[in-house]
């Protein structure tokens, strides 16, 4: 049924992903797509002093990417936008276990999203032009 090269925690996470979910109170909402397969996500975040306190994900795609926005979550959660920032595509495909060479470019909607999360927390606190 799974691609033989999944590690036991991108099955886990695709079998039952973490902080699933649209959040109508989210202070920013970050975005990615994939041209080249149609998957996209969307990443909800709830920021309180500078850090992420709450995420959640709405995700269509292939197994790694919904194991990859799951993954993106729980790595994201609590961290300060700085920390979150400094989060690779690397670095949750490392956290699932690694990724088969051809599901890498997955990680990267999970790492990309929450980029575009973290821009739009920073452009919503400063403030604005007179
Ligand atoms: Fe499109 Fe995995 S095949 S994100």
């Not at 292939?62 to 690779?88: N, P, Y």
């Amino acid at each position: 049924m799974f691609n033989e090269a999944y590690s036991n925690l991108v099955i886990e996470h695709f079998m039952s992903p973490r902080n699933v979910g649209s959040m109508p109170d989210a202070d920013a909402v970050g975005k990615a797509g994939d041209p080249s397969c149609g998957d996209s996500l969307e990443l909800y975040v709830k920021i309180r002093d500078n850090r992420i306190i709450r995420i959640s994900f709405l995700a269509f795609g292939c197994a790694a990417a919904i194991a990859t926005s799951s993954m993106t979550t729980v790595l994201a959660e609590g961290q300060t936008l700085d920390a979150a920032r400094c989060l690779t595509d690397q670095d949750i495909a490392e956290a699932l276990g690694g990724l088969p060479d051809e599901k890498m470019h997955c990680s990267v909607l999970g790492a990309a999203a929450l980029q575009n999360a973290i821009d739009q927390c920073e452009k919503n606190a400063r403030p604005a032009q007179t």
